[in-house]
């Protein structure tokens, strides 16, 4: 079948309206009526082709949020009529060790990505959330619940769990002092996630106009990055700092924050690499590590937290004509916190 979407047809090139085929339903497909497609960094990065070779022409958006209007012959999971969604990937091999422990991000076989990526015969391209549908077995779908709003529930298909699997990994709740790195789509994510599972939260931001926002969404504190006293003031203090900006930091500034036995976990990926000095982590037998989203049973349990909790993420809703001024804007950190694609308006 055809769909509207718009796209990229070659690196860089500005998003335009265009048509996509999408395939037809097998027994355990599902097809969404997209309703909303969260605009991420990452579709900038990779449309513009900064994180290496990609597919042309492209269809980006990860975060995808709408109706089930059709379902193959065996499905179990879904029905006509359910709110559905769609992450970061829509196939994995289902065999390797990763898979079978519902870690299917971390899938060493073949991991279909929704775009930018190739489906599970390895040769047909995936197109991903700027479109009005997509088809994708029903094992690799999250069912939204009925009291979480489409819109805001989108961005949670990856700012939510970027932020939400990390802090889940590392036992984040009441009694641990928590770090968040930045209040953007991400960040703001993981002020809210982290305040809901009752840590003591602290954004650690270079700007100081942030804090009222940063307070609003559930910190506890403040902590100006650019203020050299009050950085020496907070050494030690921290059980888990989570950085959620992708440019390069002074790691060993922020190793300083944390507790013996501390963990800085990255979630915002620069494109150059980043320098540590080994004393730094040494010295309270600290650790750097990193995550990457979450499972498809990781991804429910999000969604489930954040629906109980009451809420979504922080958006500014867009006609699918303005895609590329808000690629700008999200260049320029001018968005609180996420922009969402009305398909709608495609």
């Known amino acids: 079948m055809e769909t509207k979407a718009y796209a990229a047809a070659t690196p860089g090139a500005p998003l335009e309206a265009t048509t996509i085929e999408r395939r037809d339903l097998g027994p355990h497909d599902i097809l969404i009526d997209t309703k909303f497609a969260g605009i991420c960094h990452s579709d900038i990065h990779q449309a513009r082709e900064e994180w290496g070779q990609a597919i042309f022409p492209m269809v980006p958006g990860h975060e995808i949020a709408g109706v089930v209007s059709a379902v193959g012959s065996e499905v179990k999971k879904f029905e006509v009529g359910d709110h559905a969604g769609v992450g970061c990937f829509v196939d994995s091999c289902r065999e390797c060790e990763n898979c079978e422990q519902g870690l299917e991000q971390y899938c060493t076989g073949h991991l279909s990505v929704t775009y930018n990526g190739r489906e599970a015969d390895k040769e047909t391209p995936t197109y991903g959330g700027y479109s009005q549908a997509i088809v994708v077995d029903e094992n690799y779908a ?150 990457n989203i979450g499972g498809i049973a990781e991804t429910q349990e999000m969604l489930d937290f954040c629906a109980e909790h009451g809420f979504g993420a922080d958006i500014e809703i867009i006609d699918a004509k303005d895609i590329n001024t808000a690629w700008e804007r999200v260049i320029n950190s001018d968005v609180k916190y996420r922009f969402v694609i009305d398909t709608a308006s495609m």
């Open 142 to 291: 999250l069912h939204i619940p009925g009291n979480l709003a489409l819109d805001i529930a989108a961005p949670l298909l990856c700012a939510g769990i970027t932020l939400y699997s990390p802090l889940r990994q590392w036992g984040a709740g009441p009694g641990m002092k928590v770090g968040i790195v930045g209040l953007g789509g991400l960040g703001h994510m993981g002020v809210k996630i982290a305040h809901a599972m009752g840590a003591d939260v602290t954004l650690i931001s270079h700007s100081a106009h942030k804090e009222a926002d940063a307070r609003a969404l559930g910190a506890t504190n403040f902590l100006l990055s650019s203020d050299k006293g009050q950085m020496k003031a907070a050494r030690y203090t921290f059980d888990l700092i989570i950085n959620t900006v992708a440019v390069n930091i002074d790691v060993d500034q922020y190793l300083s924050l944390l507790k013996l036995d501390g963990t800085l976990v990255m979630v915002g990926i620069p494109t150059e690499p980043l320098s540590i000095r080994t004393f730094s982590m040494a010295m309270a037998r600290r650790r750097v590590a990193a995550s």
